[in-house]
């Protein structure tokens, strides 16, 4: 019995991790600290690759306060040394 190949356009729900970080408009490296720090919506493995729900991403973009941006892209501050 042969597999049917699955295209990308079967599953336009799932986003790939620079998909999901150019939909919500960040830069690869405050994607990556999110990711880390746990603060994005939970991917799914699909055949050991993470994806995202679209509609995971825009809820999670919607219900961002602007306080929360600010506070996202601010994870790591530089340190101040005087």
Do not use: H, Y
């Not at 190949?5 to 799932?14: A, V």
């Not at 799914?44 to 809820?59: P, Q, T, Y």
């Amino acid at each position: 019995m042969q597999r049917k190949k699955c295209s990308r356009d079967e599953f336009p729900e799932l986003l790939s991790g620079g998909e999901s970080q150019r939909l919500a408009g960040l830069t690869p490296g405050l994607w990556a600290e999110l990711f880390e720090s746990q603060r994005l919506p939970r991917p799914v493995d699909v055949a050991g690759r993470l994806k995202w729900r679209k509609s995971d991403i825009v809820e999670w973009i919607a219900n961002l306060e602007p306080a929360q941006v600010a506070q996202a892209a601010t994870i790591n501050p530089p340190e101040v040394t005087s």
